[in-house]
């Protein structure tokens, strides 16, 4: 089965750090451009931050720069998301997400992230 499984979220007071996990299985990530997103309560889905399958080159929204950075691990078909200096406002549920061939868009359940003293 396709699938995409996050997990690492969690409650952390702002300015802490979390590591976001997101692990493939039933296909290899090796090929493909991974993103991640965030849908924060009564706001629309936006976009954090992606790696090519190429070179590794990476993007990050505005929002994030500089505090997150993705990486990916092919031998363990995973990619991260290190989040550092955490804020209020980074407080929503975190997916990763990629486009293949034949299943088109595939989306994980989504991990929790909660910032807040």
């Known amino acids: 089965q396709v699938q995409l499984v996050e997990s690492g979220g969690g409650l952390v007071q702002p300015g802490g750090s979390l590591r976001l996990s997101c692990k493939a299985s039933?296909?290899?990530?090796?090929?493909?451009?991974i993103s991640w997103f965030r849908q924060a309560p009564g706001k629309e889905r936006e976009g954090v931050s992606c790696?090519?399958?190429?070179?590794?080159?990476?993007y990050y929204a505005d929002s994030v720069k500089g505090r997150f950075t993705i990486s990916r691990d092919n031998a363990k078909n995973t990619v991260y998301l290190q989040m550092n200096s955490l804020k209020p406002e980074d407080t929503a549920v975190y997916y990763c997400?990629?486009?293949?061939?034949?299943?088109?868009?595939?989306w994980g359940q989504g991990t929790q992230v909660t910032v807040s003293s």
């Open positions: 997400n990629l486009w293949r061939p034949g299943n088109g868009d595939i």
């Open positions: 039933g296909f290899t990530l090796d090929y493909y451009v």
């Open positions: 790696i090519s399958a190429s070179d590794d080159s990476t």
